[in-house]
Structure formats: structure tokens, C-alpha cells
């Protein structure tokens, strides 16, 4: 059966068992007064595969308590989208505000979640004093130290792993030009994965970015590198692949492979950002092939031992960062601007299951 058609029909499985489950529809074994059977959540049904699902969140969403409440129990993994990072985390230099990515994972560890740590080194949303001048390699390997040793030290026995090098690749697997590598040169990422380990032995240690779920010279340059890095005994504990999809792209059809090749490292592997935007309009088409992306994704990370889980990047369009980032395209989140389950929640359910 074509998968598009396979889709449908779960889905109308799924969602009779949800309007059981919810006491809207009654099954035969349906009482008056009988507490409706809870469904098992996505974490429930990822840790019986020995996984997490995790979603993104951010400071200002979190005064919408029926966002909060799916977010409080549909996931047992939480990554802050922004209130880690170096302009929230060091906003003057060697000053460190640590109000945002302490709400974080308060609200994560009041409802007994992990914390996937982003970001620690990346080109992107660093504070003015640090891009508005330049530097020395000695100041700046002075100021990278000291940004990475603070904020890990903070976070110490709170995380369950930091993303410590975002993006340092270009598509084409040559070194992004950022103001770390054009003034430290390629070391910085393993001085960035020492001194991390330094400040929290336990925490796993991330290299992150887009672009990377299907082989390629992208994802061949972080093959080589973990190689590199792994033969020389630099704390490298993982590869994660960030997954923002887009339908008319197509589907990575070597994901599986690839996590493959990295697991054979003695690397673990997530995907960290999962979105499939497309388009705008959303049609019913387009939402039952990103439901199938999504059901694909999911097998991909479970036929793959050391694939430890999947993060979305938000849970809901909502509050999805594809809007204002590409615009004309949107609806990439498995739960719509309602907060209703789309297909692709029930695909992941189902592959889950
Ligand atoms: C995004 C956030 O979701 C937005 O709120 C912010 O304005 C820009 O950054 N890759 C990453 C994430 O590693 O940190 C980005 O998050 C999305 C792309």
C-alpha cells in the first residue's frame, strides 16, 4: 500500500483509540463512570524502545498553561530553544544571566525531564560585545574558555548533554568562517569539547547541525572529523543530526545509514530539531506525507542502536520558528496552532508503537 494511503488508515485507528481513550467515543469495555484510560504519551512509548522524545520550548510560551501542560507530560526530554545561548547566557562580557535557561529546566525537572543544553559555540545570536570588535586568538580562546567553563559549571548535574559546536560546516564540508575558526583555526572544536568535559565530566558532549541526515559532504566532513577527534581521545560523545526538513526538498532517504555509520564510531546519535515545514497552504496531501517524514524518521532513529532519541523543535505551529524565518512555509510541528494532534503526531505514535 502506498504510505500516504497506509497513513490515513492509522490514522483513523489511532484516533478512534484517542476518542475511546477520551471517553468521547465509547468502546465496548466503556462504563458510565469509568476513569478514562490514559494513553501511553510519546516518552511512555519511546522508553520502551529505550529512547526519548523531547521538544524544544521557550521563556515566552511558557505562560500558556495548556502549551505547558502537553509540553509537562507528552515528553520526557526538554531543549531550551534560545535561553541558553551565548546572548542570553553572557549578554556582557564575563557577566552571565542565567534567567531564562534556569526557568528551563526548573519547569523540566518539576515534570521529571531531561535537558538536552543548546548551545554553547555558534556563529549565530552571540551578544554584541563579543562580534563588534576584534580579536586576538589569545583573547578570544581566552573569552571562549571562560564563556564554555562558566555556563557548563552552572548547569553541572542539571543536563543531560550540551550541544557544544553548532554549525561549524558549510554545505559544501569546508569549515564555516566564523569568528572562531577564521581566528582560532579547526582546533577550537576540540578545545570547545575539552574544556566542556572539564566542567561536567558526565554531561554528553554534541557536535550539531542541519543538513546532515543524509550522507554527503556535510555529513562526510562530521564523519571525518568524529574520527579524528575520537582517535584522539577528545570527549566527543555525539553527533546530532538537527533535521529541519522541508517537503519540497525531498526526504533523506540515507538517514538510516548514516546514523548507522556514526554509531559504528562508538557515537551516539539524535535528532535534535526535527520540523517538516512546507509550503503554505497546508493540504491534507502535504500533512499526511510530512506525517510519513515523520513515521520514517522515527523508524530510522529505532532501527538504529545507538540513535538515543528524537527531539522536535517545538511541538506546535504555534510556536514553531519556521514562519518568521521562511516565509511563505509553515505547519512543521506534529501539533497544529490549536494545539490539536496532526497526522504526523500520529505517525510517530504509530512508529512508536
Ligand atoms: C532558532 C529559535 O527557534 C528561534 O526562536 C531563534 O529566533 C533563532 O534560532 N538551528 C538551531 C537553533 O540550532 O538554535 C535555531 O533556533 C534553529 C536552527
Keep these: 500500500m502506498h504510505?500516504?494511503?497506509?497513513?490515513?488508515?492509522r490514522i483513523a485507528g489511532a484516533l478512534a483509540t484517542v476518542l475511546v481513550a477520551a471517553g468521547i467515543a465509547a468502546g465496548p469495555a466503556a462504563q458510565a463512570g469509568d476513569r478514562p484510560h490514559r494513553q501511553p504519551t510519546l516518552a511512555d512509548l519511546a522508553e520502551r524502545h529505550g529512547r526519548y522524545l523531547g521538544s524544544a520550548t521557550d521563556n515566552p510560551e511558557l505562560t500558556d498553561t495548556a502549551y505547558t501542560d502537553v509540553l509537562g507530560h507528552e515528553f520526557d526530554m526538554i531543549?531550551?530553544?534560545?535561553?541558553?545561548?551565548?546572548?542570553?547566557?553572557?549578554?556582557?562580557?564575563?557577566?552571565?544571566d542565567w534567567t531564562a535557561g534556569d526557568e528551563i529546566v526548573d519547569l523540566a525537572r518539576?515534570?521529571?525531564?531531561?535537558?538536552?543544553?543548546?548551545?554553547?559555540?555558534?556563529?549565530?545570536?552571540?551578544?554584541?560585545?563579543l562580534t563588534s570588535r576584534t580579536w586576538t586568538a589569545d583573547e578570544l580562546r581566552a573569552v571562549l574558555k571562560h564563556h564554555i567553563q562558566t555556563e557548563v559549571r552552572h548547569y553541572r548535574g542539571t543536563v543531560y548533554s550540551w550541544d557544544v559546536v553548532n554549525e561549524a560546516?558549510?554545505?559544501?564540508?569546508?569549515?564555516?568562517?566564523?569568528?572562531?575558526?577564521?581566528?582560532?583555526?579547526?582546533g577550537y572544536i576540540a578545545d570547545a569539547l575539552r574544556w566542556a568535559?572539564?566542567?561536567?565530566?558526565?554531561?554528553?558532549?554534541?557536535?550539531?547541525?542541519?543538513?546532515?541526515?543524509?550522507?554527503?559532504?556535510?555529513?562526510?566532513?562530521y564523519y571525518a572529523l568524529a574520527r579524528q577527534l575520537r582517535a584522539q581521545r577528545v570527549p566527543l560523545d555525539g553527533i546530532g543530526l538537527q533535521a529541519h526538513l522541508a517537503l519540497q526538498?525531498?526526504?533523506p532517504a540515507s538517514l538510516e545509514d548514516n546514523l548507522r555509520r556514526f554509531s559504528r564510531l562508538g557515537l551516539d546519535?539524535?535528532?535534535?530539531?526535527?520540523?517538516?515545514?512546507?509550503?503554505?497552504?497546508?493540504?491534507e496531501d502535504k500533512l499526511a506525507r510530512q506525517a510519513d517524514w515523520y513515521r520514517d524518521m522515527t523508524e530510522a532513529c529505532l532501527a538504529v542502536r545507538r540513535c538515543v532519541g528524537i527531539t522536535i523543535?517545538?511541538?506546535?505551529?504555534?510556536?514553531?520558528?519556521?514562519?518568521?524565518?521562511?516565509?511563505?512555509?509553515?505547519?512543521?510541528?506534529?501539533?497544529?496552532?490549536?494545539?490539536?494532534p496532526k497526522p504526523a503526531y500520529y505517525a510517530i505514535r504509530d512508529a512508536l508503537d
Design 3 to 9: 504510505s500516504t494511503a497506509r497513513t490515513r488508515l
Design 79 to 96: 531543549t531550551p530553544g534560545n535561553g541558553m545561548k551565548w546572548y542570553a547566557t553572557e549578554p556582557q562580557q564575563g557577566v552571565f
Design 110 to 129: 518539576s515534570h521529571h525531564q531531561r535537558v538536552r543544553a543548546h548551545t554553547l559555540v555558534w556563529h549565530s545570536q552571540l551578544p554584541d560585545w
Design 169 to 186: 560546516f558549510n554545505e559544501d564540508g569546508t569549515y564555516r568562517e566564523t569568528l572562531f575558526y577564521t581566528t582560532l583555526g579547526p
Design 197 to 221: 568535559h572539564e566542567a561536567d565530566p558526565h554531561a554528553k558532549l554534541y557536535l550539531n547541525d542541519y543538513n546532515i541526515e543524509a550522507v554527503g559532504p556535510k555529513s562526510d566532513a
Design 249 to 251: 526538498y525531498g526526504y
Design 269 to 283: 546519535t539524535a535528532l535534535t530539531e526535527v520540523d517538516v515545514r512546507m509550503q503554505l497552504p497546508a493540504t
Design 313 to 340: 523543535w517545538d511541538y506546535t505551529d504555534k510556536y514553531s520558528w519556521i514562519p518568521a524565518f521562511f516565509p511563505g512555509e509553515g505547519a512543521a510541528l506534529p501539533w497544529d496552532e490549536q494545539l490539536a
